[in-house]
Structures are given as structure tokens and as C-alpha cells.
């Protein structure tokens, strides 16, 4: 029993990402919006300081007769975040990642996905292991989308990426966290920033994962398929803030009764 | 099944209550701070312009050597909403509502509450129906805090209550809303406001109660219990105006896989 | 907290209803089936021996050139328990039950329902509280469909109801147990046997019922529309069995961990 | 959208595992009874068919002095499951498994698990891919604790485990399944028995697993930590009947209103 007066409340620490901090805490991707017009107004609405990119299907320059997304979402404005999204082993996924680096400028930042399988779009952990190995010695500074599985995000975190990605639900599913105990579990081993990647689909599935202690989240497909985009993002930046604040702010203990004076035992609930 | 796209977004009618126009939609009760003081950094940092006062447990000049809670709390700032906290049958709560008027120069907006009993502080819903009856009768403009009936909610408003206001879970338990079917049902028959009163432990509490439509919430345990209650003001805040956005926007659908061009159906989950 | 080792298992009471004891705690219903063959197939498979019977849409000998119920259901082998429903006021409840006692030559068991809207067939609580009284002081034994407020459920066992049935979820929507709290809660302040009547889908959610300490469970379209309903009321009849075996051993409480010794607390989960 | 009336039922495969068909679903441990007389009570309540035994923790021959698990729990009579409990890498389970495999006459099947960390007893996944293949090219029968993450649960099948055990919650934290649709897919994808091990907390747990189209469940201390193990174990062997009996039966869709002909959508619920 968590006796509430001897908490102490977690620490306000800022969300800092190789060597920069954030005053955003949600980090928002691009892909399935109407026309670049709308992405750029819906990620001004998020706030996101923070912008992942699918290397692999859009245009950061490789395409030079076609728009260039960076015109849209500057890398003076934004921290770029390319991902591998596409990949499906680890060298494709490590190949990516080099030619990201390269159309950008030597930038080393770089979410790492690599994907098992179409349906769920759920990573495939083992080819995940390999390819954070490889960046991570060749000088990328990986951020890395991931089950849930507690030991192999630790593991991960030991390797050296430099924040973990678990994934909520599936990638597009907006189903909202599946799995709470395993994301509070990750956060509670962690050192280095958790982020809850896919699966969040409304505002308060984002301020849940807030709640459990994620230091930020990272959508896509909640923001873009909304009805109205701009305004979902708006939703979900203020759904992160909210989560954040009552997370640092330690909540009322879940009670059975109105007058009781313990918690809600593991009993009938 | 819905087709997403044939989805009418709801309309962003202002929260309007008693013929005045509020931009918050939180509003706070004034009890379990630690002091006065407490209590009206909270309530600032809540945003809150509504803030509901119960008659037979605080001081509004009834006793004059005392502090009074209109010092801290002014009528000029806030619109105040007396509650009839701590009456079990609906002469006392129509007794309780009459004294409020009188030390309130006439106001008659009252926070009708008639509890069934201590344990969970549910309403006992044929006294609130006589009660509320003979308010509206006498000229008050009765927000009726009930059960999560749909029938009965519509009942109350066809009364001519003027918000209708069901429970969450028990007062003071921080459950989280139970039935989150019948707060639905209850919005889509309305057209007075709705507001959750009741049961709310944490911000994602108050956001899913916005997100299924709800005008409003009331709180004051989540806040006051909290360790640090002006920061979990500041959440809550946050919270309902994100659960509004959310939404106002029209969410994405939850679908069965990543790949999904269907919502997920009623068979597994 | 609790202290697993001192709570006393509950006692283990026969389901009494009107003097008479039952083996079987599931109550079914004869609605929804493809002819009167499957019913009755069904309900053998079910192992019932209370079968509810619509007064107002079953041939209960009303009209005697048609089939009539019970020739296949016979009240040698099963208590017959008539029920209102499609009444949506308390004097067509009442004239119903009249009816079912003369053409039932004097049977006074009842299941009491008046449904407030066809949307969700809840019910309309008020009439349910007059036809309740009038249907007692007529000599009636009522058992009676409503809402799950643990308040208006205690008011009419004191009426004189001989059993609560309070619905899980809408009738014919097999959402499952929505309040699970207030189902306890009833169960904890009643001395007449609770039933849960409504809502359920598939058999965990009969399971959870019998866990939460009800008496037993009504049912039908969950029977009636699986898609081997033979099979289902097969289905049904362990589950019910299997919850009450649960709800009688004393579940081990639930844990943080793998080795925690005291149980989940109310802050995360 | 599902159309309830062209959905196939699914095909009533009898379990089968190494060659040997079975009729109990439910397979239990041998931990945290009182002692070897209330293990042999419950399990015969249980009606289990395969007994797991942790070898490094029970005496199965080693300690000729001490009282033999196997005199109580007879291999003539049950299929004795051999699990690596307590191994926290792949060697110490290899060695474990052969020396099972000497005290069991040349007993090929047995039960891996490698576990993480203490905490949650969760299974650290590479280790266990390691010892998998070892013991498969070694002729052993593998039946494996695993995560709930899809892909790895499809490789170990095709590494030749012969069951795919994932977890539904921590061993002995009683929570019940925390991923349902991880565990749904894992079914849809597996041609080889799945069976959720550990998380099983009472009988309606048991029973959503079967419903989620599992072929079984292995626990243990849901039965050995109730206040009545011999009844819980009763309540245990219904709950999986029931379950299998009600995924076979196809369950009614769930519907948001009781008139509804269309299933429940993925906006609001």
C-alpha cells in the first residue's frame, strides 16, 4: 500500500535530446496529411520542436525537380528526425540512415524502426538489436522504436541508444496504449528519455501516457486523420502539457468509497 | 458502422450557463486544502470562473467572526454556485438553497446535490426529483447534480434544470468515470449543458469526460488531494481544454491493424 | 489495505427466489431464436430452471390456434417467470402481470419491467418504483429489471422486491458488465439475491458477474444470437458455474510484480 | 465491419501437444501450496493432464532423502512438464532441461523459460531464442515462455518450438491478460498451440484468454494463493471450458444501443 504523504514527487527534469532541450514534449510525424499546406499548419498547431521524417518516402532532396519538405519544415525551425520507416531488415534500415545523414548535412539524429511485418507494422526486435548496434558505432545518435518488452528496452538503453520508443498500440491503429504496466515498467528502468511511439489515437490516450511518466510522445496518423487536423494538434499539445503537469503533480490515490480512507484494494477492481 | 467521412463535427457552442457565456469549463469546489490560501492558488491556476461553495460547510457571513470565503473567493470574480452538500432529503437541500439566496443578495443559481448515504455519496435520485421540482418552482435556476440514468438526466432537464450534472464515480474516490456508455447517452440527449460532476482522480480522467461530449466537468478532490494541488489545478486546466479540442476535432477511428481500412468491429475487443 | 489472510470467505447460500431453491443460477430467456426447436434446445443446454417468458409477445395459451411456449417450455420441468416487457408504463406492467397470472392459473412470480425508451431499453425507474409497490400489495412476488443505482435498487428490496435485477449494459447489446463498481456495491448492501439481467455478451462477462458476488444472471440474445447457440447456453452454464467457484475461493490479490507482497495501489493502475 | 452471418466458426481442434491429445485445457504448476497434500488436491480438482514442475526447485529423485513430487503427482498418471525455472541465461536452462531429462527416464518435453530480472519474472527474449535452438537441435520437445510481442512468438514457432507460451502479466501478479490484442494476434498467426502462461489472477481471466481463441492456460498461483485452492482450482477447470465452448460458439457482435443492427464503432467506445 502506498502510503500518499511519504511520495516524493517525481522530478521536473526538461526533456533533453542529444544535447538539446525541448520545451515540447510531443513530437509529431508527416505523413498522411491532405497537401504540405496542411502539415506545415498542423505541426505549427502541435508545437512540436521536433519532426520525424520517413526518409524513404519523402522528398529531403533526392528528388530535386519535386516540392522538398524541408522547404515546409526548416531545419533552422525544427529538429529533423529522419526515420526508417520502410525498412524491413537491418541493412536497409542502416542504409537509410546513412543517406539521411547525408542529404542532411551530417546530421546524426536518427529514429530507428525496423519493421516485422505489414499488418501491425510492429518492429522486429531481434533485426532492431543489430541495426542499433551498427549506427550507434558508426556515430548516429539513435532514437528507437520498439515493443514494449521491458529487458529489451533496457537493453537497448545499454547499447546506447539515446531514447526509447515503445510502441503504444500499432502504428495507424489509434487503439491507445495497450499494454499501461509494461510502459510504466520502461519508465521506471529508464535513464534515458521514453517516449511512447504509435497506437495513441485521442488526447487523452497522449495524457495518459504522459501520466505513467513517458517524457513525451510522438504521433502521426491521431493529428493527420482527424477530421480537423489542425485543431487535433492543438488538442495534443495541450493533452502532453496536461499529462506532464499531473504526472509532476502526484494524484489523489484511487479510493473504494467516498469516505475511505485507504486505496482501492486489488480484490473486486 | 461509421463512415468516417460522413461524420458531421459537432458545433463549438460556448458553455453558457444561466445566460451567461463562460470560456472556462472546469469548474472547482473550495473544499480539503490545507487553508484559505491554498485554496485560492488553486483556483486561480485552475482557470476556473465557476466555483461552487457548499452552503453548510462554509463561511459565506453566517458567521460573522469568522473568515469568510467571499474574501478570498469574490463574487465579482467568480460566479459562485452554492451546493447543498451534506443534505439527505430534499427539505433540507430546498432549505439550504433558500439561506444561500439569502446571503448571496438574491442570487439563484444553486448546485442542487440530496445524498443517499455516506459511503459513496450517490444521490438519492426521488428526493433530488421533489427538490429539484420545487426549486425551479420558487425561481431557481438548479444545476442538479444525479445518477448517470439517462432517462432520469432527461427527466431533470424536462423539469427545467439548467445543466445537468451526473457522477462520474463515487464523490471524492478518484475512480474515473465508471460508465462511460451512459455519460455518452446522456450528452447525445441533452440540449441543456452536461457536465461530470464527480469521480475524476486525474487529468485523463477530465479529458475523456470532455471527449465524449461533455460541457464541462466538476472537480475538487482531484485537486485539493493531489500533492501539489496548484499544479494539478494547472493540469486540469489543460486537460479539459485539450478533451474539448479533442473533440471538436472528430478522432481518427480505432482500427483492428496498422493497415486497416475498416474500424475494429465488436467480436475480440 | 487489504490483509489477504483475515478477509472471511463469503458464505455459501443456495439461490432462493420465492421459497424455492435452484441449482442453477442462470436465468434465460426464450427471445430471438430461429423456431421454437432451438429454444428449447438451448435452454436444456443451458441447464436453466427459470425460463423468463414476454407476457405480451409469446402465446402463453392467449391465442390457442398457435403454438404455444409451454408445450415445449413446460412449467412441470421450469419455473416460468412472465415478464413486461414492452411496457412502458407502470399500468401496462401491471395489467400484464394479471394477465400472466390467470393464464398461469395463479402464478404469482413476476420480473417486473417498464422500459423508459427503445433505444437502449432502459428502465423508466419511476414507473418501476410504482408498478413495483402496486404489483406487492396485489400479491405479487416481483423480481424486478432496473438501473444499477445501489440507492433505488436498495428502496425496492425495502419495497418488498424478492430479487434486484440490474442490468450490466443495454438489453441485446452484449457490452458486458459497464459499472462493475456498482454492481458490487449493490451486491454488498442487499439481502435478496441479485441477478444481473442485461447486457451480457459472451461468457467472461457471466464469469465477472458471479465474481463480483451476484446471485446469478439473466440472459438471452447472447444465447439466442451466438452463432451456435447450442453451444453457447453450453458456454454460459460453466461460466456461470466457474464465476460463482471463483467469487466463493477468495481470489489471490492482485500485484505490482512478480514478487510484491502487498497489493496494486491506486496511482497508476 | 464484421458480417456476423459470414463469419466461419472456428474448427474444433482437440489440443495436441508432442504427439499427445488432451482433453483439459488447463495445465498447472506445483509452487506456494501449503504442501504436496494440497498440490495433489487441487490438481486433481484442476483436472489438469500436464503437471509443470520447477526442477531446480523440486525434488523429483535428486535428494533421495526427501519426499518426491513424483510420488504425489505420479507420471503415470499426468504428463509431467519440466520447466527451467530460476534460470536466468541460456546455459543454466540448457543444463537444467537435460538434467531433467535424465531424472524423467529420457522425458524430451519440457518447459523453457529464461527468465530477466527478478522483478517481473519476464523472460529475457534473446536468451531464450538461444536456449530454443539449442535444445531443439538437442531433441528436445520446447514448449516456451515468451513475451507477448507477435514477431518473436512466430519465430520460435519456426524454430520448431512445439507451444508458444506468452505471458499475459507478470508470473504471480494475478493482473490478468494486459494485452489483449497481442495475444489475439499471436493466435491468428500461430499454427502451433498457444497458451497463456502466468498473469492468470481468477477464473474470468482464464476464460478471456480461451475466448481470445488460446488453446490453454497454464497457471499456477491463481489457484495455489486463493483462500480455497482445492474450489479455485474447481472454478479454474470451468472458466477454461467455458471459454473454449464460447469462442467456439461465436459470440453476438457487441452493439452501441439495444436496437442497433450494426456493430459498436471505434469512435467513442
Redesign the interface.
Known sequence: ??D?SQ?Q?PEDKPLEIAGRVYKSRLLVGTGKYRDMMETGHAIEASGAEIVTVAVRRTNLGQNPDEPNLLDVISPDSFTILPNTAGCYNARDAVRTCKLARELLNGHNLVKLEVL???????????ET?VAAEELIRDGFQVMVYC?D????CK?LEEMGCIAIMPLG???????GI?????I??IVENASVPVLVDAGV????DA??AM??GCDGVLMN??IA?????I??A??????I??????Y?????????????S????????
Not at 489515437?201 to 487523452?204: D, I, N, Q, V
Open positions: 500500500m502506498t500518499q511520495i514527487l516485422g511485418e505489414e499488418k501491425t507494422l510492429y518492429p522486429n526486435m531481434t538489436l515493443s518488452d521491458p529487458l529489451l537493453r498500440a500499432p502504428i495507424g491503429s489509434g487503439l495497450q499494454n499501461r504496466y509494461n510504466r515498467l489515437g485521442t488526447a487523452s495524457t495518459i501520466e505513467l496518423t491521431a486523420q482527424a477530421q480537423d487536423p485543431r487535433m492543438r488538442a495534443m499539445k495541450l493533452a502539457e496536461s499529462g506532464r503537469e499531473a509532476l503533480s502526484g494524484r489523489m490515490p484511487k479510493k473504494a468509497y467516498a469516505s475511505a485507504s486505496p482501492i484494494d486489488g480484490i473486486f477492481f
